[in-house]
Nanobody, 123 residues
Framework: QVQLVESGGGLVQAGGSLRLSCAAS????????MGWFRQAPGKGREFVAT???????YYADSVKGRFTISRDNPKNTAYLQMNNLKPEDTAVYYC?????????????????WGQGTQVTVSS
């Protein structure tokens, strides 16, 4: 099993920045790929960004150019730097881990999930 713990969420004004962290523990060899998803009230879970073990990244069009995903492999931690935040970015953000070696984007490709952290962007 892999345990994922997110942190860094909060309330920010539009145009502001937040940095989310996701610390992995347990069978971390199952964290070849790390991803971030989000779920806004009344909506389904949405892909945000993914990063492979070697650092290849892929982003949803809605966050490209504003969000940056990164990882520190020795620390088993992934990050999501979010800049120029918009009210439509308001959601619960989830970290996920996948044993797959590429950059998965489907939630079904991820085997382990964190509990989520709330991000609220005020206008």
């Amino acid at each position: 099993q892999v345990q994922l713990v997110e942190s860094g969420g909060g309330l920010v004004q539009a145009g502001g920045s937040l940095r989310l962290s996701c610390a992995a523990s347990g069978r971390t060899f199952s964290t070849a790929a790390m991803g971030w998803f989000r779920q806004a009230p009344g909506k389904g879970r949405e892909f945000v960004a993914t990063i492979s073990w070697s650092g290849n990244t892929y982003y949803a069009d809605s966050v490209k150019g504003r969000f940056t995903i990164s990882r520190d492999n020795p620390k088993n931690t992934a990050y999501l730097q979010m800049n120029n935040l918009k009210p439509e970015d308001t959601a619960v953000y989830y970290c996920a881990a996948s044993p797959r070696s590429y950059t998965p984007t489907l939630s079904s490709d991820f085997d382990f999930w964190g509990q989520g952290t709330q991000v609220t962007v005020s206008s």
